[in-house]
């Protein structure tokens, strides 16, 4: 596959798509670098930050220099790409709003993927054929991400005519990759860590109460998998009726500590635990916007994604 460069709106899902393309070509076998290229941030931008430090070793990919400055010049860039193209199979380059963009890409003679995060009442037959007249030839797929189940056929609704000049890639929204990880649930709470951190890159995909229920433990907290469950920290009995193969971490809450057991049982399974000194339902509170703190930055969030394009992408795209 020849050079790839990965444009769209911010927030469309660009670094998802670049992390979850990377880690489907090194599946199939194929050597594979990353290079974001310009960023608003330069010298601290958490998408390369993410890849040199987790993807690198993670999936044995390599990784370019640190991004420019958005008007920084695309002639070093090209070259450090370049670089990069004589020494693997594909180039995946990640581009940010208001980098040149254009300039690059004929730089470096890329294809282009755009990616755009769904919205409801968006003509997407229109936004296929500003794509095609923006980019001609080098237009290689329009993404769409994030689309709500009941339109899945958004491709093949009316719109044909448009939709012939382009290829379309609809990936259907996840739960996933709205979740926080168990660190950034613990950053986000202020929270203490009662033992040594672990699984702190696992995804939490639901909160549930521990309170006095009817039911035993196997059936009310076994229902739902990537759960934490925030209980107060001196209910030892909740805590351990709660440590089921579906729970994520628990989140004590209140004052008190947990109990030796209730860390010996924790140990033992690998289940985080974080304090937080404050009341549960607070607590539970405290956590109503975070999905809007949720980055793609997560190991688990980047094998999820390259499961969707694996089920979603056609094979020959992807590894021919």
């Known amino acids: 596959m020849p050079t790839i460069l990965i444009t769209g709106p911010a927030g469309g899902g660009k670094t998802s798509f670049a992390y979850g393309l990377l880690a489907r070509l090194r599946d199939a076998g194929r050597s594979a670098a990353y290079c974001k290229t310009f960023s608003p941030t330069p010298g601290t931008d958490d998408d390369h930050a993410f890849a040199a430090e987790v993807l690198a070793d993670a999936l044995g990919i390599a990784v370019g220099p640190s991004p420019r400055p958005l008007d920084g010049d695309v002639a070093e860039a090209a070259a450090a790409i370049a670089e990069l193209r004589r020494q693997h199979d594909t180039v995946i380059i990640e581009v940010a709003d208001g980098s040149p963009v254009a300039e690059l890409a004929a730089a470096v003679d890329a294809r282009v993927i755009e990616v755009r995060a769904y919205t409801a009442g968006q003509d997407w037959g229109v936004a296929a054929d500003e ?190």
């Open 131 to 320: 794509a095609a007249g923006h980019w001609g030839a080098r237009l290689d797929m329009l993404v769409i991400n994030a689309v709500p189940p009941y339109r899945q056929d958004i491709v093949s609704e009316g719109e044909a005519e448009s939709w012939a000049e382009v290829d379309a890639l609809v990936i259907p929204e996840s739960r996933v990759m709205l979740a926080p990880t168990v660190a950034q649930i613990g950053e986000h709470l202020d929270a203490v860590w009662p033992l040594e951190p672990v699984n702190a890159d696992a995804i939490v995909e639901r909160f549930l109460i521990g309170g006095n229920i009817m039911d035993n433990g196997p059936t009310y907290y076994g229902r739902y998998h990537n759960q934490a469950v925030i209980t107060r920290a001196q209910r030892p009995d909740i805590q351990l009726a709660s440590m089921l193969p579906q729970t994520t971490c628990l989140v004590l809450t209140g004052p008190g500590e947990p109990t030796e057991y209730v860390k010996a049982e924790a140990r033992e399974r690998d289940i985080p635990l974080l304090q937080v000194f404050m009341p549960t339902i607070e607590a539970a509170e405290a956590l109503d916007h975070l999905i809007d703190t949720a980055t793609p930055h997560s190991l688990a969030k980047v094998r999820h994604y390259a499961a969707l394009l694996q089920q979603h992408a056609a094979p020959d795209w992807l590894i021919g």
